[in-house]
């Protein structure tokens, strides 16, 4: 028998075999990436004609004090401070903290329901960010060839799709060879931000008003109403914050606190201080102010610097995508998808094809279609503080449920943070018609496809409850009977457990046979991230010939059914790899009028189920060892 | 008392004797102590054997012949033909 080890696949384990340094030089590159590109466009978004602000040293001292004090109160002290202390079994990000805030009120269940679809709702518009970070954090970089020369302006479009076309082709490799140079890169990215910020500074100290609050209460507060079009952009600045609880579980908080405190907020404030200075100095600067930071002579490598740094933004949303899309298939939201796994060390290195070329056409639409950073600037913004509303809503269940606060101290916490987070939404929200339907519209369908993915599945497994034969009455007759055994295990793949596997019943009428081990195995997906090999099987022996197996994973474990099964020999089955045969059954699902489900979804949830992947390599199935038979099954 | 009894049925069901239905016709049979043999073009199989049913292959439209004999044949045969008829 194989030897299996205990949790290879949780990153949280691995994690504390690594040191702080590594563990913080990775989390900068994967994490940070995303709010370290946000330089290239937050503070000329702020003043465009749009929002309708002056470019005096007042306007523009508020504006820089609010993005500073906006990195302070939402991502330094929600999220960093607050936010990551809420991890599920070390894990975080949004199903992470729906399953947390849904198993707090579990004894609730149209509260648990809400939560769950709030959640999932949360976890479609990531991917609505998944297309717009991309496409402007190298469109905004790209833009620096403008910079340099004006004659390079009509070619920015056509690089920017180049860059993105090469990096979506080379996600099929993974990012094992280049991943590691991600995190020295950042570095000397948020290095560069602080130095050119200091540099600006100096000449113009004045910016430094910027640290007081008052400065950002009196810009918000005096123009009233009118404000809202500058928050909106003032948000970008904060695009990408959702990253660092998402990718809690690959770095630990530490490594992701310690980051952000020394090196990124620096870094950030440093640059965003820089550039208030510069246009004080300079307010013809507002054509690209983070470029115009950079003598002539270095715009170049200022623009491959930047390029280097959008892609590595980019991958971390592409690889979060990914993630997300895996964790939404084990919690049942969407059907079965090829996974590939890029590295041979790291399990949760993966590569998912069907998600990738649909985020590049979406990526690459996106920059086709608004041209500009400054055009997907409208877009950008509206997935992002939506996703911060749900986040704080969660928490709020996790914080009076879960950890049992006091109810004023977490009604007083989530009314403050709720309170910030629908005045930035406000703040998107003016830009609907400007491009902000775009993840709203994104979101909105995938929220429609995981949901009739869910329902269509408890709807199918409920109709072969209700129709299919009943197990153990079945057993009791066959073992009754007299049967041609042989010598071989059988294991039979089953949704529902209780009642026959029609593929037992063909593989009985086709091969006239019956194995000495049959085998009803059914996998489980918990609400939890990882369920450890310990808790993985549970044997039942049902009669003298059958066994009922129950395989349960976490949404981040990665499920291998030969290696699981190899774990019941503890219990006294033995199933010899070589010597097991597995059965499965294929549905093809029958939309019926009249069902349960309106009609369009009925036919989507059928062409999903027809078109879903390969249960052999989802599950590790040995190929060669592997029956496939087909049923129909009316909803 | 030992008695027999048996009686000819036509499959009428879609998928005639499919997987399914042959294993609740066993199913049922095995409840009953009387012997019970199902028969179709020329072919006999044990009813409480789920194989043997299986391996009739009665088509839509099929005739089958239920035999029982023992104790409680009639209403052997009475639960069987309702099970072909129901299904």
């Not at chain 1, 990775?26 to 702020?46: F, R």
Request: charged share 15%; net charge neutral.
């Amino acid at each position: 028998m194989s030897e299996v080890s205990t949790d290879a696949d949780n990153p949280s384990a691995q994690i504390k075999r690594q040191s702080a340094t590594a563990l913080t030089l990775a989390a900068i590159g994967v994490v940070y990436g995303d709010i370290g590109t946000s330089p290239l466009y937050t503070v000329k978004e702020v003043f465009a004609p749009s929002t309708g602000l002056v470019l005096t040293p007042e306007n523009l001292i508020g504006a820089v004090s609010t993005i500073f004090w906006a990195l302070m109160l939402i991502v330094t002290l929600k999220y960093v401070i607050l936010i990551l202390r809420a991890d599920n079994r070390g894990e975080g990000g949004a199903l992470a903290l729906t399953a947390l805030a849904a198993n707090a009120v579990k004894d609730k269940p149209f509260l648990r329901q809400s939560l769950l679809m709030m959640g999932l709702f949360g976890a479609t518009l990531f991917y609505g960010d998944s297309v717009i970070t991309p496409a402007i954090s190298v469109i905004g970089a790209v833009e620096g060839l403008e910079m340099v020369t004006p004659v390079l302006t009509p070619y920015v479009v056509p690089i920017s799709v180049a860059v993105l076309l090469l990096l979506f082709l080379m996600q099929r490799f993974g990012t094992q060879l280049v991943g590691k140079f991600f995190g020295p890169i950042i570095v000397v990215w948020f290095s560069v931000l602080g130095l050119t910020g200091i540099l600006e500074i100096i000449q113009q100290p004045a910016i430094l008003q910027a640290l007081n609050p008052l400065n950002a209460a009196v810009f918000l507060w005096d123009r009233g109403p009118f404000i809202l079009a500058a928050v909106g952009a003032i948000v970008l600045a904060l695009t990408g914050a959702e990253a660092l609880y998402a990718d809690m579980g690959h770095f630990g908080r530490k490594p992701i606190q310690m980051a952000w405190m020394t090196l990124v907020l620096p870094g950030l404030a440093l640059h965003y201080m820089g550039q208030g200075a510069l246009l004080m100095r300079d307010p013809s600067a507002i054509e690209n102010p983070f470029f115009r930071m950079f003598p002539q002579s270095w715009l170049i490598p200022a623009v491959v610097l930047a390029t280097v740094a959008a892609v590595i933004a980019s991958q971390a949303v592409i690889s979060g995508a990914y993630s997300m899309t895996k964790q939404a298939i084990l919690l049942g939201f969407l059907p079965r998808m090829d996974i590939k796994y890029t590295s041979e060390n790291e399990v949760g290195q993966i590569y998912m094809p069907a998600v990738n070329w649909i985020l590049l056409v979406g990526v690459v639409a996106a920059v086709l279609a608004f041209k500009s950073s400054s055009a997907l600037a409208g877009a950008y913004g509206i997935a992002v503080t939506l996703t911060m509303v749900i986040t704080t809503t969660l928490t709020f269940f996790v914080v009076r449920d879960a950890w049992k606060l006091p109810l004023v101290v977490a009604l007083a916490a989530t009314v403050f943070f709720l309170g910030i987070d629908v005045f930035l939404f406000a703040g998107c929200i003016i830009k609907f018609f400007d491009g902000g339907w775009f993840p709203l519209v994104m979101g909105l369908s995938l929220f429609a496809v995981m949901t009739t993915w869910s329902k269509g599945r408890s709807l199918v497994i409920e109709t072969i409850r209700r129709d299919g034969l009943d197990l153990q009455s079945f057993i009791r007759s066959i073992e009754a009977g007299h049967n041609h055994l042989i010598q071989r295990t059988a294991v039979y793949a089953v949704a529902n457990p209780e009642t026959v596997p029609q593929a037992l019943l063909h593989n009985m009428k086709h091969n006239q046979v019956l194995h000495e081990k049959n085998i009803i195995m059914t996998v489980k997906f918990d609400e939890v991230p990882w369920v450890s090999d310990k808790h993985r099987v549970k044997v039942e022996k049902i009669s003298a010939h059958f066994w009922q197996v129950v395989l349960t994973y976490g949404f981040m474990n990665t499920p291998d059914v030969p290696k699981a099964l190899l774990l019941c020999q503890q219990f006294g089955l033995d199933i010899p790899t070589f010597e097991t045969t597995y059965f499965l059954s294929r549905e093809t699902v029958v939309p019926t009028p009249g069902g349960d489900m309106a009609q369009w979804r009925e036919i989507m949830f059928a062409a999903m189920t027809r078109n879903s992947g390969g249960i052999v390599e989802f599950f590790h199935l040995p190929d060669n060892s592997v029956v496939e038979l087909g049923t129909r099954v009316q909803i | 008392m030992n008695t027999q009894a048996s009686a000819y049925i036509t499959v009428t069901s879609k998928d005639g004797l499919d997987p399914e239905l042959s294993a609740l016709l066993s199913m049922q049979a095995t409840q009953f102590t009387s012997a019970i043999k199902l028969s179709h073009d020329n072919r006999t199989a044990n009813a409480k054997a789920v194989v043997e049913v299986m391996s009739l292959g009665v088509h839509s439209g099929g005739i089958v012949q239920i035999r029982t004999s023992g104790e409680d044949a009639q209403t052997a045969l009475n639960t069987l033909i309702a099970v072909i008829q129901h299904y």
